[in-house]
């Protein structure tokens, strides 16, 4: 796909300029540089995008049955799958990631919009007992016209959990990707031109947050805000929302406890674990950012992590030797080496990393070592804060009930996994967790069908999994006379 496609938006299955946005340059955070030409849109390209959805809602969105609907995702899917490798390019030149990391992420989504068609003839309701006198049933009916909203770490991955369920409840969308990260998202509206979308059904709109963003949230003709990102957007989405009554689900951030008692197969927990901490530069919400450790195997632990962060071969995003890219814009960058003098400050010991790595080739590019902090306090900022980059703060702990006090012991609650070869242990503290997702002997494992979401500030609702469906329906409930007499209350 090259550059010139993406400088236009993709508003009711065209592509159009601007009204009052314009085009810019999209950086690589790799160089520092504009790598490709980007076009966002304003207000008045959102309230076009919004009216194309209407339309095609109450248009032929809404008239086609499930199985036609089910039918076009399968083909949009099944022509994904054929654009893996060109997406992935496209993703991380935009945003960094290690090409390894895009192409085995990207090449799930077909998965995930193919899952989605197969539910998208089955949105039965139930028949309601009560008595003779009436029929009670209920409808699934889509929720309208949905505002996404995502963010610059995983755009496509981030789509295809809205768009899969989105589209098989039959609602009608406007996207709009981060504005750091545009173009892989622009780069889905060819394929749903190809597919042979209906115009209108998915429109593309990148965009700022506090411009094209805000419009978006506080549109009336949108009935659904599906978001990703940061907690303090979701509240400033939630104010904006509020005059219109909007349903919103978020998937907000994370502070996931990774758990590692002493029974456990430690090589394993420890490839899960350091795995985790520095995928995606550690740009997920999902990642074991605290690592906790029972004091009999902790020396062991901090002394492997120590080593392995001198195996990731930090290097250039589309280099397929390249285990980790750099940070995905300057901001993070800097918020990254920012939380670093933080926990610095506040005692943590810094083991390995922490500093930016700016020779040679990487000198303009966002890249930061893989970073190691050891002996860090449960209260301590580093591990209370979601730091969005490749630092892993390591705590020991005494037995089950501290490490489940320290598991809950933030404000987050998306994720957290546990590492034990006694399977009461397994269960029992599983059961204890505060999060949407809890892993045991294994990390990250994450499909179409399994609810992923958070507990707590972590957010609202679920997606994946028949939640996540749920989330973009309506329920219609229908009472049906079967006397047709209404006695007159006036009568006596
Ligand atoms: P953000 O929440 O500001 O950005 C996410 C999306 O929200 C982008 O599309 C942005 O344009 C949009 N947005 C921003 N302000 C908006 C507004 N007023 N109305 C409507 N939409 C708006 O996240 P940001 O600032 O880029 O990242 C900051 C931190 O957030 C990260 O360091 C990380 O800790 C967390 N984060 C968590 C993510 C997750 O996967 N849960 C993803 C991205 C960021
Ligand atoms: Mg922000």
């Known amino acids: 796909m090259d550059n010139a496609n993406f400088q236009r938006l993709f508003i009711g299955g065209e592509w159009v300029e601007p009204r009052d946005g314009g085009t810019r340059g999209s950086i690589d955070p790799a160089t520092g540089e504009h790598w490709g030409t980007v076009a966002y849109g304003g207000e008045a390209d959102i309230d076009v995008a919004v009216a194309s959805a209407q339309a095609a809602f109450e248009g032929p969105w809404r008239k086609l049955p499930g199985w036609e609907r089910a039918a076009l995702m399968r083909k949009f899917a099944d022509l994904y799958a054929t654009k893996v490798e060109e997406l992935a390019q496209i993703e991380s030149r935009d945003n960094g990631r290690a090409i390894r990391e895009s192409l085995g992420d990207i090449g799930l989504h077909a998965q995930y919009y193919h899952w989605f068609a197969s539910l998208a003839d089955k949105l039965s309701g139930r028949t309601i007992p009560i008595d003779d006198s009436v029929h009670a049933f209920t409808s699934r009916v889509p929720a309208g016209v949905v505002g996404m909203i995502t963010p610059w770490n995983v755009p496509l991955m981030a789509a295809a959990w809205k768009l899969g369920p989105a589209l098989a409840a039959g609602c009608t969308v406007v996207l709009k990707p981060a504005e750091q990260t545009p173009a892989s998202s622009l780069a889905l509206g060819r394929i749903f031109e190809e597919a042979g979308f209906p115009p209108g059904v998915v429109n593309i709109v990148p965009g700022d947050g506090p411009v094209a963003g805000a419009h978006l949230v506080a549109h009336p003709g949108v009935n659904k805000i599906a978001f990703t990102g ?263």
């Open 230 to 492: 940061e907690g303090a957007t979701a509240k400033t989405i939630l104010k904006s929302g509020a005059d219109t009554l909007k349903r919103f689900s978020f998937e907000l951030g994370g502070k996931a406890p990774h758990i590692i008692f002493a029974d456990a197969d430690v090589d394993q927990a420890l490839n899960a674990a350091t795995g985790s901490a520095w995928a995606l530069c550690g740009q997920s919400c999902a990642l074991g950012s605290r690592v906790l450790v029972e004091r009999p195997v902790y020396d062991r632990v901090v002394e492997e992590f120590q080593r392995r962060a001198k195996c990731v071969r930090v290097g250039m995003p589309l280099d397929p030797a390249t285990h980790m890219g750099p940070q995905a814009h300057q901001a993070q960058l800097e918020k990254t080496l920012n939380y670093v003098e933080i926990g610095k400050k506040e005692g943590a010991a810094l083991l390995t990393g922490g500093e930016r790595i700016a020779s040679g080739d990487f000198s303009r590019g966002y890249f930061v070592a893989p970073t190691v902090f050891a002996d860090v306090a449960p209260d301590m900022r580093i591990a209370q804060e979601e730091i969005f980059g490749p630092v892993a703060s390591i705590i020991p702990f005494e037995g089950e009930e501290e490490a489940i006090a320290i598991a809950n012991g933030t404000p987050y609650g998306l994720a957290a996994g546990l590492w034990t070869n006694d399977v009461g242990r397994a269960h029992r503290v599983a059961a204890r967790i505060e999060a949407g997702i809890v892993w045991v002997n294994t990390y990250r494992y994450i499909r179409w069908s399994t609810p992923y979401g958070g507990f707590k500030t972590s957010g609202w609702g679920r997606e994946n999994g028949l939640e996540a469906l749920d989330s973009y329906l309506e329920t219609r409930t229908t009472i049906v006379s079967t006397t047709g007499k209404f006695p007159d209350p006036f009568a006596s």
